[in-house]
């Protein structure tokens, strides 16, 4: 078990704690919101939806409350971190009640033999609930540094939750889902946390060694081979997930985050080299021989090979549809609900709820979300710059690590980049499980910027001024 260290993490004298900032750049969040769920209604029934004044009150609620808990409990954090994910949610649900409203999508969950029930509404209890876990770890965590007694715990937790959907039925070609009965979670959201506690605090251990111990060879410092131990088991599990869960998605987050963490501690361009070099090595080996790689493989290097043909597969079919809402979306989109992303069928509010902004807000509106997703990421750096301790550097710039990550596999699949995951956009997509575990996630960013930026406390009057004052006669 690690030893929590004494270094301080108390900021600069006299920091504003910027409360009035946030609370500014909230309200300024959620006009955006409702605006955009009154353009929607708008768009496809010519008036106001009747639901738009329940979904202010329950945005201005949940905001407010998330905001009087960070006024209360982390009164310096940063002013930007909780505005940001609250209109990234507020607009999810907007456009998850846009696609609800689909003809096209009741008519397919007919087809598919089952009845058809609207996402918005859990999405809000869901997003309800979210901010309930954000209020929790920020009033039950009063110090980052606390989680890096639980290093080798969070490893432990972290297994648990990535080898369990092992033994539960696969959905949609892959095993990331723990079933029972009508509930059901997605541990891989959960998961990403505990694994950037646990590289955290072993890297707090073991980032001497393996920064200073290592052979020059052709410009670059090579790792000893007592050292590639931990890499290599990191590869091997991923590797694992990739081919006993078929998640694509949760094994490139699961080494990706590793290798970044790795290389901001030991500030070794190698590790990134090897890192691309077995990564590529094991997706390309894994897609030789597994048939659901392969089909997303072939779905990534030709969209259009099957389209429109009888029995043609789910995931080319649907990558296809996206790349055309991109295209018809053009520079400023068609408008909010004048789209026909709903084509993609039962994954348009999921995995691919960003083509639905491509084609209906255009590539301005792509441009103005991934800005907002990549001011999040920011902010976490930020944070981690600000931090004064080692591990709360490494636990935020893990944190922005797997934020981006995800966000980079989601948006890189959708678009064509690279094949398609089976992750879901934080806060934009349908999903309890990542809306939970990404409002704790940006609940832990928001603890280590207030330790981070809490001014220092007043010195403590010397008990040896008396003696030394100069007495005049």
Same mark, same amino acid.
């Given at each position: ?23 500014? *750049? ?25 639901? *738009? ?67 918005? #509404? ?133 080494? +990706?985050?590793?290798?970044? *963490? ?61 790349? *055309?809402?991109?295209?018809? +979306? ?70 922005? +690590? ?54 220092? #406390? ?16």
């Amino acid at each position: 078990m690690s030893v929590v260290t004494n270094t301080t993490t108390i900021g600069a004298i006299d920091a504003p704690s910027r409360r009035n900032t946030e609370l500014i *750049m909230m309200v300024f969040a959620i006009a955006i919101s409702v605006f955009a769920y009154a353009n929607v209604g708008l768009a496809i029934d010519g008036k106001l939806p009747s639901g *738009m004044l329940g979904y202010g009150a329950g945005l201005v609620l949940l905001g407010g409350v998330a905001h009087l808990v960070v006024r209360k409990f982390a009164p310096y954090a940063d002013p930007l971190l909780l505005p940001l994910a609250t209109l990234l949610n507020g607009l999810g649900l907007v456009l998850i009640w846009r696609l609800d409203q689909s003809q096209r999508l009741i008519q397919d969950a007919a087809r598919r033999g089952y009845t058809y029930s609207p996402d918005a #509404p859990k999405q809000l209890l869901y997003s309800a609930i979210g901010v309930a876990f954000f209020v929790a770890v920020l009033m039950v965590l009063k110090d980052h540094r606390v989680l890096q007694r639980y290093t080798y715990i969070s490893m432990v937790v972290a297994l648990v939750l990535l080898i369990t959907p092992i033994f539960f039925p696969e959905v949609n070609g892959a095993k990331i889902w723990i079933s029972l009965g009508p509930f059901s979670i997605q541990p891989g959201e959960f998961a990403k946390i505990f694994i950037a506690i646990f590289f955290s605090g072993y890297l707090m251990v073991k980032r001497d060694a393996l920064a200073l111990a290592s052979r020059r060879f052709m410009g670059m410092y090579l790792p000893r081979g007592r050292d590639l131990g931990p890499i290599l088991t990191i590869w091997a599990l991923s590797i694992l997930i990739l081919v006993f869960e078929t998640d694509l998605g949760t094994s490139l987050l699961f080494f +990706g985050l590793f290798i970044v *963490m790795l290389y901001v501690a030991t500030e070794r361009t190698s590790w990134i080299v090897f890192g691309l070099l077995m990564s590529g090595a094991g997706a390309v080996g894994v897609a030789t021989f597994e048939p659901h790689v392969q089909q997303r493989v072939d779905a990534w290097v030709d969209p259009f090979k099957n389209f429109g043909q009888t029995g043609a597969s789910g995931a080319s079919e649907q990558i296809a549809q996206s790349l *055309m809402s991109f295209g018809s +979306g053009g520079t400023l989109g068609s408008g909010l609900g004048q789209g026909h992303s709903d084509l993609i069928m039962f994954a348009a509010n999921a995995d691919f709820i960003l083509s639905t902004v491509g084609e209906e807000l255009g590539l301005a509106g792509m441009m103005a979300v991934l800005l907002v997703y990549g001011l999040i990421v920011e902010r976490g750096i930020r944070t981690a710059l600000a931090a004064r301790d080692p591990f709360g550097k490494l636990l935020a710039v893990g944190l922005s +690590g797997a934020f981006a990550i995800q966000v980079f596999v989601v948006a890189g699949g959708v678009m064509g980049l690279i094949p398609l995951s089976g992750m879901t956009m934080p806060f934009l997509a349908y999903g309890g499980s990542s809306v939970l575990a990404n409002w704790a996630l940006i609940a832990i960013l928001i603890r280590i910027s207030d330790t981070a930026r809490r001014p220092a #406390p007043a010195p403590a009057p010397s008990p040896d001024a008396e003696m030394t004052q100069v007495v005049r006669p």
